[in-house]
Nanobody
Framework: QVQLVESGGGSVQAGESLTLSCAAR????????LGWFRQAPGQERAEVAI????????YYADSVKGRFTISQNINKNTLYLQMNSLKPEDTAMYYC??????????????????????????WGQGTQVTVSS
């Protein structure tokens, strides 16, 4: 069974950068949606950046547009999240996910939500990002 292993989190100052990685190991989970989510204490897990493997531009949450970039290296089975100009409000546990084994389109990828991924997807274990002012 495929496992997603995140790395790259850490503690940084506001304005600095981090790059998160998510490596798929132990198999392949065919998914049309590859994404990064985050969850701060007391808040729900929410979408940050998502790739629809059927094509088109990635989805970004409004709060990270222009600062974060999602990308993938297909040969390495790895998903990345480049995070620039980090802010204290970016502090959270970051999770990668592969979901939607059926092609439901890019809008579904952006709107499915964590509950749908719990039903039909794979989560990584999470990596903590802490940004201090």
């Amino acid at each position: 069974q495929v496992q997603l292993v995140e790395s790259g989190g850490g503690s940084v100052q506001a304005g600095e950068s981090l790059t998160l990685s998510c490596a798929a190991r132990g198999g392949v989970y065919s998914a049309y949606c590859l994404g990064w989510f985050r969850q701060a204490p007391g808040q729900e897990r929410a979408e940050v950046a998502i790739i629809y493997t059927g094509g088109g531009n990635p989805y970004y949450a409004d709060s990270v547009k222009g600062r974060f970039t999602i990308s993938q290296n297909i040969n390495k089975n790895t998903l990345y999240l480049q995070m620039n100009s980090l802010k204290p409000e970016d502090t959270a546990m970051y999770y990668c996910a592969h979901y939607s084994p059926e092609d439901r389109g890019s809008d579904y990828c952006a709107s499915a939500g964590a509950g749908a991924i719990n039903d039909a997807g794979v989560w990584g274990q999470g990596t903590q990002v802490t940004v201090s002012s």
